[in-house]
Each structure stands twice: as C-alpha cells, then as structure tokens.
C-alpha cells in the first residue's frame, strides 16, 4: 500500500508537471513505435509524420498562424500501451488520432467516437469505417485494405489476361486483426473470378514462417499475397527468396513494402511488388524545403536517415492530409484555433485537388482526394510499385486505378450495419 | 508504540482468528477501502481509470489467482494467459448471447467456465510437477489462444476476428463500451477485487488453503497424513483459475473493449502475472496487490515522469524503462527474495517492537 501511495503520489506529480506544457497550438499526437518488433516500419513512418509538422511551423509558422504540435507517444504496437497513450493525450487538447495499429484502431473506434475526437485511420483499421453514416468520426481515407485487395487482384487479372480461373492465390497474412481484414474480400472475388483462395496465417511477430513458406513451395501457388507488418514482412520476402518463388507473383499490401522489408533480401528481393496509394521516392518539390527548413537545421526526427523511404513519405502524406483537414476546418468555421469537433468537419470536407498539392510540392505525389459525409474512405485508388534491387528504388509501374466497387461497397454496407445493429448507431442521414 | 498488540485483548474465539490481529492494521485497511469505494469515485477521470486504477485491479485479480496455485499451492502455471482468454471469450459469448443477463453473473459464470476449463489443464499436475507441470501448463496458453483464433464461434464470425464488448449496464448505469463513466467502471471491478480478495484470504487460511499448502511444502508427506492430492491439487487450480477467468472478462469488458487472442492475451501476459506474484511474494494476498501495482505502475510513472515531466525522447524512454524495470525487479530479489511482501512483513516486526528493538 505505501509503495502504490507513493507511486501515485509521484503520478500525480508528474502529470501536472505535463499539464502545465499547454498553450494554444494545434495538437496532434503521434502514437508512435520506434520500439519492439515493428520498429522498423514505425520510426519512418513517426519522422515523416513528425518532420511535416515542424516543416510547416518553421516555413509557415504552423497552420493558418497557429504552431502545429506533435505530441508523441510510444506504444509499441500494443493496444494496451495505445489506450494509455489516447487517455494520456486527450486532455491536451489532441485534434486527430492516427493510431498506426489496425488493433489500437478498432480499440480507439467506439472511445474516440463518444468523446468526439476524430480517427484517422489512414489505409489501416476498420475497413467499413468507410462508411460514413455509421462511422461519425472516424476516417480511413484515401483507400481501404478492400480497396487494396481488390486491386491488387485486378492487377493479378491483368496479367493473367483476364482469367483467373482455377488459378491459386495464397494470402500469408498477420494473425490479428490487421490481416484478417481482406480474408473476406478476397473469397468474394474468389466467387466473382473463380479463383481458389489459401490462407497461411503467421503469428506475432512474424519472425518463425518456415512452415508457411514451405507449404507454399510444396503447392505452388500462382500468386503469393501478403498483408504483413514489421520484421514479418522481412522474413517473408527472405523466406520467399529462399524458396526461390518468383518475385514479381508476390504481392504485399501498402504495408508490406517499405526499402526495410526488401534490403534484407538483397538482389534476391528484386521485382516484389506492392500496391501504393502514394508517390515513390524523394523527387518532390516538398523535399526541397523539408531539406532547408528542417533537416539543414537540425530539427528533424529521428536520425534523418529515413527522408525519401516508403514510409516516410507516407507518415509525410499523412500529415499533410492532416493540416489540410485543419485548414479545411479553419475555413469553415472561421476561426483558427480548432476544436477537434471542427476538425472532424473539417476532415469530412477534406477536398484536396492536384493543384493543391502541386502547391505544396506534392505534385503527382498521389490521387485528388475528395471525403464527404456518407464517403470517409476517400477514392480508393492504387498502384502497383516494383522494387528494383539494383537501383534500391521503388517505381509505380500501373496508374492509380479504383477496386471492384460493386463487391467492396457491398462488403461495407454489409459490415457497417452490423456494426450500427450491434451498437445501437442510427445511420446519419447524409443529404444524399 | 501505536502499532502493537498490547492492550487490546481478544475476549472471543472470532476476535482471536480475525484477518488483522492489530487493531491499527484493521483501521487502515478499512480506512483504505473505505476511501478507495468512498472518496475514489469522486476523483476519478479517465485517465487514472484507464491507465492506473482498472488495470491495477484486473491485474491484482490475476495475481491473486495464480498466487493461489503458484503460492499456495506451489504448482507453477504458464498458462495464465490463457485462462484469461477463456475468461474474456465466455464473457463475450454469455453477454452476446443473453443480452439481458445481469453483468455480475456474467463475470461470475465466466469465471467458472474458466474453473472447469482450469481443472481439465491441471489434470497433468497429478503426474508431473515443478518445471515439467511448467510446461504442459504453456501447451494451454497456446492451444487456448490458438482455439481463440482459429474458431470462428468464439467470435461471432466477426470478418476481423476480433471480439468488442458491448455496452452493457448494471443498476442502469454503463460498465462497459464507451459511454461508461470511469468512476462506474472503477468500482465494478473494486466490487469484484475486494470480495474475492476477502474470500481468497479466508480460503487461504482455513481447511482448503492449509490442505494447499501442505501439498506444496511436501506432497508426499501430506498424502501420508491424509490429504488427498488428487482434490486438493485440483481445486487449486479449479479457484486460481475462476479468479484468473474473472480478470480476463474484466479485462475484456471493462478495461480493453476489444481484444484479439495473440495480442491480448499472449505468451508475456503469462509471464507478467507470474513476474508479479514473484515480486510481491509468493503465498501473500498482499503480495499479489503490491505486485501489480508495482509492474503495471512503474512503467506508467517513469514514462510520465521521463516524458511527460522531463520531455525525453519516447524511444530513448522506452528503452530506459525496461532497463529500469529490469534492475529495480534485480534490486527487490536480492534484497528480499521472498518479495515486496516479505519487505513488508518485516517492516511490520520492526514496528511492533519500535522503539524499543532488542
């Protein structure tokens, strides 16, 4: 009892210690892991998050004149550590959560709705959270893991001529929540496309997939798709490699295919592919000044090494559509210190054309994105990009194309209003 | 001087077996509680709900529940995790399936599939003991998250495979999902925490808990005296695992709201809970409470304190915090190997003779 008493005693302390750092900015907190088995995707990803936001307050002084602050919190990639995290930062004022966790997401969905915070789910989490009706407040725009389950088999069917019939797709899938998601979307198009789907699970953290590599070089699937995270997909793309199972057959979700997950392999890893919603590489004009402003400077995240990587343009990316949201939410309501309601409207108004990113020298960087209130997964659009192991660079070797909308659309409507039954939710009325 | 015997006289058979002999001891702990069911749910916020009190008193429940097989009972389990996930997925299947059934029977006949299902992985502690018991006991970690995972039933056929618990309401008021008030939630599971803690030291010290530890000093010797092995090892792990299914369905729908089987309730929640009766003390109620708070608080205070109140980097903190951890878990062993509890037995020897120490 004397040891929880003086623990709590120094708790309290310590939170007023953290509570008096508050002033008038925009927060947003960045649950973030640069520890554990997923490292090494979640310290790109954290720096490039971090680096546009401090990019913005060196450059323009913050947000319409109103400092941008990124508060991080460590959670590992654990849900547990992710609920502390959210409760811990909520207070401050915190305007959008982008947890980076398919698991932390489905914990943080019912909290964040009943406190009024929105979720920024950014091509992860709930997938019929796309479904703005039922899902107020949380938001995985610009495209869904059904969205890239079904490109992804589009693109298979391009190669294939069209056919896929009696072709065998094996998915090697993340044993949790996050690679569970597109089991479901994928034996929906095995019935459209007359496919044959295997699954192969691999557990946390993905480090022993020695059996599942071996079933694979025994039955020789067509294709291989992966829906991995951390040190898994490096494993798998060096099991791949060992089994000596063509390349470019293997194809990862977003997820699966940052320059960490590929250089392992070395020349071995040559010709995966993966599906982006993204622009590859450092050749933006927005480099230019994360170079000036923030890396010359010495206020970058991290160690610096990370500019230019896959993830790192994608933690970019998500900041980006994070302080246009807040900018969208300035100019409707008029003023420029936001609330996280406002940022939630001003998420659902997101409108982001191509001369608004050319603007920000993000020209051709991705598809226009464009949320409304029934639509929070934004245009599901996706690329195919290819690693090149000589050069050590990604390309897009496909335009941006949209999924089989007809089976994505049904799968969400479908799992939406279980979620609304279950939940009690009356659908919004959106005006449409 | 205040903390002693003396002077206060036991004049009945019931005052002479009470739980706290000292009168000073007695009025702190009812103090304690009186404060923590009183003046507790008047401070609460969310924060210390979520982060500090909820978890401290699931993990306590756990603690306490492996303690009764580890510590009384000296059958060391691994499986903990695992009990806690049939805990947490009878919770989910009962309220899901019977949506009116009041939430303290849930919890209740959670804990006692879980008993049942206890008493099936403690059949082995017939044969086989110590390191070996070890062992088959983390067959059912992994055959239980396994099962968790790989049949849809359990889940509902929910297309992720995770469970969420729904909101449900005891005297009208939300205990679970997420319009439910911390200070409701709170004391949901002190409710369940302080009954079960009172039951677990009453059991501990009468027929059952004697007959425990009896099999755990020397089994041999106490099959020779008469007590029978069979029922008494089974219903150590039959109580420990009814505890342990209880802090897995509080866990489950209090705390968490949502769990998948090979996150929540993994190999290292297992390990936690055995590292926590170890740090306070093995065969001590108190030990089972010191020893949550001490691994669930720690990390929780040097984050603060190296985060939040010195603003170092989170990887650099995070990192810091297993070294520290690491090295206080050392300090504490060797210091006293029988664990916070035993640090604290001793304290109290001290001060019964203060200030006149021979």
């Known amino acids: 009892m004397k040891h929880t008493k003086l623990a709590a005693a120094a708790v309290a302390m310590a939170m007023t210690l953290g509570a008096n750092t508050a002033s008038a900015d925009l927060v947003f907190p960045s649950l973030d892991y640069r520890t554990g088995p997923y490292a090494p995707n979640g310290i790109p990803f954290a720096d490039g998050y971090s680096d546009y936001f401090t990019l913005l307050n060196e450059r323009d002084g913050g947000i319409g004149g109103v400092p941008a602050r990124v508060l991080p919190c460590e959670t590992g990639y654990n849900t547990e550590k992710g609920v502390e995290c959210y409760e811990s930062t909520k207070g401050e004022g915190a305007l959008v959560y982008q947890p980076l966790s398919t698991g932390i997401t489905y914990q943080l969905i019912p909290k964040a709705t009943a406190d009024g915070i929105p979720v920024h789910s950014m091509g992860y989490g709930r997938t019929s959270a796309a479904n703005g009706k039922v899902f107020s407040h949380i938001f995985n725009y610009p495209g869904t893991y059904w969205d890239a389950a079904s490109i992804i088999v589009k693109h298979i069917a391009d190669q294939e001529g069209g056919d896929l019939k009696d072709k065998t797709i094996a998915l090697v899938y993340h044993n949790s929540a996050y690679g569970k998601e597109p089991i479901r979307t994928l034996e929906e198009l095995a019935k459209k496309h007359g496919y044959n789907l295997t699954l192969l699970a691999v557990d946390h953290p993905g480090q022993e997939q020695k059996s599942q590599w071996l079933q694979i070089r025994r039955e020789r699937p067509d294709y291989v798709l992966m829906w991995g995270w951390g040190v898994m997909n490096q494993v798998a793309i060096q099991e791949a490699a060992n089994i000596r199972y063509p390349m470019d057959h293997f194809i990862g979700v977003w997820w699966s295919a940052s320059e960490n997950d590929v250089l392992p392999a070395g020349d071995a890893a040559n010709g995966y592919k993966a599906v982006a919603f993204h622009g590859v590489g450092s050749g933006f004009g927005v480099y230019d000044d994360l170079k000036k402003h923030v890396v010359d400077t010495g206020k970058a995240a991290g160690d610096g090494s990370n500019l230019g990587t896959v993830l790192y343009n994608r933690g970019m990316y998500a900041a980006m559509l994070a302080s246009e949201a807040a900018r969208t939410a300035q100019e409707i309501h008029g003023t420029a210190d936001i609330t996280p309601a406002m940022m939630r409207d001003g998420m659902e108004a997101l409108n982001l054309t191509e001369a608004r990113m050319a603007e920000l020298g993000l020209a051709n960087f991705g598809p226009e994105v464009s949320v409304d209130c029934a639509n929070h997964g934004g245009p599901g659009l996706g690329a195919i990009q290819q690693w090149d192991a000589a050069a050590g660079t990604w390309s897009l070797i496909t335009e941006f194309t949209g999924a089989d909308r007809d089976v994505v659309d049904a799968l969400i409507a479908e799992d939406s209003a279980a979620f609304a039954a279950e939940n009690n939710i009356t659908p919004r009325d959106c005006g449409a | ?358």
């Open chain 2, 1 to 358: 001087m205040f903390y002693r015997e003396s002077g206060d006289f036991k004049t009945s058979y019931s005052g002479d077996q009470q739980i706290f002999p000292i009168a000073f001891d007695r009025w702190v702990v009812i103090a304690f509680c009186a404060f923590a069911f009183v003046v507790v749910p008047f401070l609460i916020n969310d924060y210390w709900e979520k982060s500090v009190l909820v978890p401290v008193l699931v993990w306590s429940l756990a603690a306490l529940g492996l303690n009764i097989l580890t510590g009384y009972c000296g059958q060391v389990s691994l499986g903990t995790g695992g009990f806690m996930a049939v805990g947490a997925y009878a919770s989910y299947k009962l309220t899901t399936s019977f949506p009116e059934m009041n939430m303290f029977i849930v919890i209740l006949l959670s804990g006692g599939v879980t008993a049942l299902v206890g008493i099936v992985f403690g059949l082995p502690s017939l044969r086989i003991k110590g390191f070996y018991l070890a062992v088959a006991t983390l067959a059912s970690q992994f055959f239980l998250v396994w099962l968790f995972n790989k049949v849809p039933w359990f889940y509902n056929y929910s297309a992720s495979g995770q469970i969420s618990a729904p909101e449900r309401f005891v005297f009208g008021i939300a205990i679970s999902g997420p319009n439910s008030p911390p200070w409701a939630t709170y004391l949901f599971c002190l409710t369940f925490v302080v009954v079960f803690a009172l039951i677990a030291k009453n059991l501990t010290r009468g027929r059952l808990g004697r007959s425990w530890m009896a099999i755990r000093d020397m089994d041999i010797a106490a099959e020779i005296i008469g007590v029978p092995p069979l029922k008494t090892k089974l219903s150590a792990f039959a109580v420990s695992s009814f505890y342990i299914g209880i802090s897995g369905a509080l866990f489950f729908m209090v705390y968490l709201g949502a769990a998948e089987p090979t996150e929540a309730f993994g190999i290292e929640k297992s390990f936690l809970v055995l590292f926590m009766i170890i740090i306070g003390g093995l065969g001590s109620i108190f030990g089972s409470f010191i020893g949550a708070a001490f691994m669930i608080l720690m990390p929780v205070l040097f984050k603060n304190i190296m985060v939040g109140g010195l603003g170092w980097p989170t990887d650099l903190v995070a990192h810091l915090i297993f070294m520290l951890i690491g090295g206080l878990i050392m300090f504490f062993l060797i210091v006293e190997p029988h664990g916070l509890a035993q640090l604290w037995r001793v304290t109290k020897e001290k001060l019964r003779l203060w200030p006149f120490p021979h």
